[in-house]
């Protein structure tokens, strides 16, 4: 048994989700038939679908009814259930016929009874279909068809949908019965099988790159001037910013205690050590730190935090390099010669590496040649068929010539008809301008007659006005009553444990403020000997900064020296053969491109300077035929003008 309820529900769905203005109707029935290909049958699945196109296809049609319907009873009925009249409505308009009225039944009872009511009611009413419905269904198609075809039709159903409207109060008036709850029966339930694994997506097609664009010329944009000095001027000023920052970064914690503690000597005397230790061993201590480790030497103004981090990280690498050292005073291994092994390795990959990397580039070179030359070879064709395309469109240009002289003709004969019809319209033009003045007099009239029936309304709104102004003012006139003096002492008697009089809440809150100032005094007696103490041990800090940061400058100063003095890894890239060679294709490759390029210039050249000397040539000839018709049609219509007025000259007269 078919549920109408459920395809009618399933119906306004598809009719919410459809968007006019992104989808095709056939791709919404498409893929909506297969989204309920399994949800119901063939039967159901076709008039399911045939409601959801119909309804798209004649929305104007049914938008009539349906938003007639909601201006009467909107407030009776939701929004929301607007496409669920269209569907009732269309069912009643192009499907009554085929279905039958049991069937339009059993669909309209499915539904709910009291908004089917009032909207078959509305709908079927003899007095709408035959005056306004008629007339807005005409502006949207011919008159006798939707005469024909939708409104005879419904006025013949009328008799038996009365019945059915009759059933329907019935149900209205009777109520709805209250069902007996159905008994929970067990339902069975259907094996957890495992589900096979869906299919995995195909591959996707690969995105077509676009072509590199070629980079701007640098004669076409050059920066001013104004520009560059800015910018030297904005370089000094950073300068001078970073160097009033370092001086203040020293100088933040000069008025501390001069003293060195106790502590820090300690320290200082054990970096003295280490550098003494670090001459001693100098290629061991060197070889531990990175190749291209750089001390930055720009002023950096240091916070608290970051001072004591780099103190616990130079503290803990000092320690490291003292427990080094003693392994290595009481006999340990030497791992110099290992060291200088691994530096050489390290630089023969760096010179194979290099070799790579210019290998690389020289291919990438040649095949950017090789894309240059394909390319000038496609402009080379590209011009040929343009020359072609623009040897049909001279032939296109001559034939619009052709049929424009032809039009000029046409509009010859139509000027002189306008000329002829001119002398009979003077007539005309002077009752026009009679009856003008007459709607204008009437008007005038009504006019003055609105103004002054206005003018009296609003004196007598101003006189009722002045007299609530009036009254008002007299009642604000009226002395009011004084109220009894606030006395400081007196409680308020709403007897509560707490109560108190204001005079001393003053005093009990005087109070707790001294309370709360001696307390702050202290808080901030000890916050100031804490701050004393911290800026003491970042004093300390800082001295032990400066001292490793020295040693480090110096060590990066000899790893430096050392690098300058070694042979060049770019040097025996030039004894390569294989990069040779590369380099000499390079070389033909651009040789050839420039040769190609310089021919098609100057074929380019010589087809422009042809194609403009031709091009200049046809307009000079087709300004001249045009200046001829010209000069023919303005004698042609001085002739006509005044035949014109020799003829209209005995009837003014």
Request: aromatic share 6%.
């Amino acid at each position: 048994m078919t549920n109408y309820k459920e395809l009618l529900q399933e119906a306004t769905t598809l009719l919410d989700a459809f968007q006019p203005n992104e989808q095709c109707v056939e791709t919404f029935t498409e893929n909506a038939s297969k989204s309920l290909e399994n949800k119901y049958d063939t039967e159901d699945r076709s008039f399911l679908l045939d409601l959801v196109s119909g309804c798209i296809e004649q929305k104007k049609v049914l938008d009539v009814v349906v938003g007639t319907f909601y201006d009467h009873h909107g407030k009776l009925v939701l929004k929301a259930d607007h496409n669920r009249f269209s569907v009732i409505c269309y069912i009643a308009v192009f499907l009554l016929e085929d279905i039958g009225l049991k069937r339009f039944s059993k669909i309209i009872k499915s539904q709910d009874t009291s908004k089917m009511h009032k909207f078959l009611s509305f709908l079927f009413s003899v007095h709408n279909l035959s005056t306004w419905i008629q007339g807005e269904w005409s502006q949207i198609y011919d008159d006798a068809y939707v005469e024909h075809n939708w409104i005879l039709p419904l006025l013949r159903w009328r008799p038996q949908v009365d019945e059915l409207l009759e059933q329907l109060s019935r149900r209205i008036s009777s109520g709805s019965v209250p069902k007996k709850a159905l008994a929970n029966h067990t339902q069975p339930k259907e094996f957890a099988l495992t589900k096979p694994k869906p299919r995995p997506l195909p591959v996707p097609e690969p995105i077509p790159t676009q072509q590199k664009h070629q980079p701007v010329k640098p004669n076409i944009f050059k920066p001013p001037k104004e520009q560059q000095i800015l910018e030297e001027l904005r370089q000094k000023n950073r300068q001078k910013a970073q160097r009033v920052l370092y001086e203040a970064n020293m100088q933040q914690f000069k008025c501390a205690k001069p003293q060195r503690s106790e502590r820090t000597e300690k320290v200082i005397s054990q970096i003295k050590e280490a550098q003494e230790a670090q001459l001693k061993f100098d290629a061991v201590f060197t070889s531990g730190t990175p190749a291209t480790h750089k001390v930055n030497s720009l002023p950096i103004r240091l916070n608290s935090t970051t001072i004591l981090r780099e103190g616990a990280f130079y503290n803990k690498q000092l320690e490291q390099e003292l427990h080094r050292l003693e392994c290595v005073a009481e006999g340990g291994s030497e791992p110099s010669g290992f060291l200088r092994w691994q530096q050489q390795m390290r630089e023969r990959d760096e010179r194979e590496q290099l070799a790579a990397l210019q290998q690389r580039h020289l291919e990438g070179q040649i095949s950017h040649e090789e894309a240059a030359l394909a390319r000038t070879r496609i402009t080379q064709r590209n011009q040929q068929r343009a020359q072609l395309k623009k040897e049909e469109t001279a032939e296109l240009m001559r034939q619009y010539a052709a049929k424009r002289l032809q039009e000029q003709e046409g509009m010859k004969e139509l000027v002189q008809q306008v000329a002829d019809s001119h002398s009979n319209s003077r007539l005309a033009r002077a009752q026009l301008h009679t009856f003008k003045q007459s709607v204008v007099r009437e008007v005038c009239e009504q006019s003055r007659e609105l103004l002054a029936r206005a003018l009296e309304e609003a004196q007598e709104e101003m006189s009722r006005k002045l007299e609530l102004i009036r009254q008002i003012r007299a009642i604000e006139s009226i002395p009011r009553p004084q109220h009894k003096l606030l006395d400081d002492t007196e409680m308020a008697g709403h007897a509560l444990l707490c109560e108190m009089s204001l005079a001393e809440l003053r005093e009990r809150l005087c109070v707790l403020r001294v309370a709360e100032r001696r307390h702050l005094e202290e808080r901030k007696r000890r916050v100031q000997q804490e701050k004393q103490s911290r800026e003491q041990l970042l004093l300390e800090q800082m001295d032990n900064i400066a001292t490793c940061r020295t040693a480090m400058e110096q060590a990066a100063a000899r790893r430096q020296a050392e690098r300058v003095c070694g042979v060049s890894a770019r040097e025996h890239l030039q004894e390569d053969e294989k990069l040779q060679a590369l380099r000499h294709t390079l070389q033909e490759k651009q040789q050839q491109r420039s040769q190609l390029t310089h021919t098609l210039t100057h074929t380019h050249t010589h087809t422009l300077q042809t194609q403009r000397n031709t091009h200049t040539h046809r307009l000079k000839q087709w300004d001249q035929r045009k200046k001829a018709l010209e000069e023919q049609q303005w004698e042609e219509l001085e002739k006509s003008l005044q035949m014109t007025i020799q003829q209209g000259t005995p009837h003014t007269s």
